[in-house]
């Protein structure tokens, strides 16, 4: 986040200001030094349209199911909707903002509304149904930022750091609405920095999370 906060030395000078003008003759001002290690102003935020390439891998899915093995039928279900919900609801964006830490780059991809309203509309028919398709849409969402981001497939989970107020105005002009508990308005989705750094020590999570590590 950037501040708006007066430099001490600036402070300092309006202060003297009045002192300094009942002191004397004014003598023509020295012309700054530059100072090369001076921050120059950051640039502007750019949000650019991805691909996302998610996969449907039985194993993963399993695990994250809990399940040990998928009946055949079911099966054939999960693969079709995920291809279609892939080519139909998945959007995926970069947004780099050159104010924030590490280069500013990050990854941020979610599934559009009609796939909660599908969901909701199978659960109310069969809640262990409604289940298999709600694991269905974190796989994929989990599986396309993988494919971006590889390291989150050794953590099995994505560092969620706190968007800047640039990130924000980002997810304003994407439809997003972000809520402070640290999710966005939509079911399934995924913000994460991108490439990869400092894991569960940027992850607003951590407080409450009892799988974070001091390790990366
Ligand atoms: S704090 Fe928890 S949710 Fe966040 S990155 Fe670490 S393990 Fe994942």
């Given at each position: 986040m950037t501040t708006t906060k007066k430099p001490a030395a600036a402070k300092a000078a309006a202060k003297t200001t009045p002192a300094a003008k009942a002191a004397g003759p004014k003598k023509a001002a020295k012309p700054a030094a530059r100072n090369p290690a001076a921050k120059k102003p950051a640039g502007p935020i750019q949000v650019e349209a991805i691909d996302a390439r998610p996969e449907f891998d039985l194993f993963t899915y399993c695990e994250l199911a809990g399940e040990t093995r998928l009946e055949h039928d079911l099966l054939e279900e999960l693969e079709p909707r995920f291809d279609d919900w892939s080519a139909k609801y998945l959007r995926a964006y970069r947004i780099t903002d050159p104010?924030?830490?590490?280069?500013g780059g990050h990854i941020v991809l979610w599934l559009e509304e009609p796939v909660e309203s599908e969901i909701e509309g199978i659960w109310q028919d069969s809640p262990s149904a409604g289940m298999s398709f709600h694991n269905l849409a974190i796989h994929m969402v989990m599986s396309a930022a993988q494919a971006l981001v590889p390291e989150l497939a050794d953590k099995g989970c994505a560092p969620l750091p706190k968007p800047t107020a640039g990130v924000l105005k980002a997810f304003e002009k994407l439809g997003l609405v972000w809520n402070t508990?640290?999710?966005?308005?939509?079911?399934f989705a995924v913000f994460t920095r991108s490439p990869y750094s400092d894991g569960c020590s940027v992850c607003i999570l951590r407080p409450k999370c009892p799988n974070a590590r001091d390790d990366d």
């Open positions: 104010a924030a830490p590490k280069g508990e640290g999710t966005v308005n939509r079911q």
